[in-house]
């Protein structure tokens, strides 16, 4: 496969269930709107579609509030998937729901030990960075580094910025060497012999896209990094994320994609 960290072929997703209303968040900044959530993940999953994906969608896990961000459950790499092992308890029981439908696909490996979420982590065609986070530290990245040391990536570890949740909140791959990066993640020279492009000032939360194939699933509502994007040559598609964005989700978590 020429582009392994942006070219796929499947993607699993999960619908939301009502009790996202109880989803994990930094700051309250309002409840989500379901029926809105709704049409928004049907929008996404209608895009990964168009992008050439054979999407599998799950249905909504209603004792699990976050399960719709399946990303955080597993890594998936070509020639494997990686179970992870949630820092946040009320996400540690998603794991084993997902496993199923992986093992359909893969051969699969599990995080065993600490704690690691896949929001934590980006994979380019030559390198997996995983950032420290409140939940991802040491001893998830050693135990994932045993699991990969025989692929053909480098592990890498880098620093989530403090009060940021994931280390993809922050940062999304746009092809094999080039990042959309927020400035307060690129300043720490964590993408160094990567080209970055900045999401605009302020757009920050622009910065968790996806690109799958030949098109970039970006969260609507932020026109400057949409105009840099489509000014690079990316062709974007801008998806509704202002309820997922009041429990902290955006763009990459809301599915798996291999
Ligand atoms: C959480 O705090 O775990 C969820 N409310 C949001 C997870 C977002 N996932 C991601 O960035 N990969």
């Known amino acids: 496969m ?10 699993i997703t999960r619908s939301p269930a009502k009790s996202v209303i109880n989803g994990l968040r930094a700051t309250d900044i309002g409840m989500p709107d379901f029926a809105q959530m709704q049409r928004d993940h049907a929008h996404y999953v209608e895009t990964l579609k168009l992008a050439g994906l054979e999407v599998t969608e799950l249905p909504a896990l209603p004792d699990f509030p976050d399960a719709q961000f399946v990303e955080d459950t597993a890594l998936c790499l070509p020639e494997m998937a990686i179970l992870m092992r949630p820092g946040a308890p009320s996400r540690m029981g998603e794991v084993a729901e997902i496993a199923p439908h992986l093992a359909q696909h893969y051969d699969l490996y599990k995080i065993e030990t600490g704690y690691i979420e896949a929001g934590d982590i980006l994979t380019t065609n030559t390198e997996i960075l995983v950032g420290l986070s409140d939940r991802t530290n040491r001893a998830g990245i050693a135990a994932l580094q045993f699991i990969v040391q025989n692929s053909n990536y480098t592990l890498r570890i880098v620093e989530t910025p403090s009060g940021v949740l994931h280390f993809k909140t922050d940062c999304s791959l746009l092809d094999g060497e080039t990042i959309l990066s927020t400035k307060r993640l690129a300043d720490s020279g964590c993408f160094t012999g990567y080209n970055v492009i900045y999401t605009a000032d302020g757009e920050e939360a ?14 609507k509502g932020f026109p400057r990094t949409h105009a840099i994007l489509q000014k690079a040559g990316y062709d974007v598609v801008e998806i509704n994320n202002s309820e997922c964005a009041k429990i902290d989700g955006g763009m990459s978590c809301l599915s798996l994609r291999f």
């Open 206 to 219: 622009a910065a968790n896209a996806i690109r799958v194939n030949d098109k970039v699933l970006m969260a």
């Open 2 to 11: 020429q582009n392994p960290s942006f070219t796929f072929t499947r993607a």
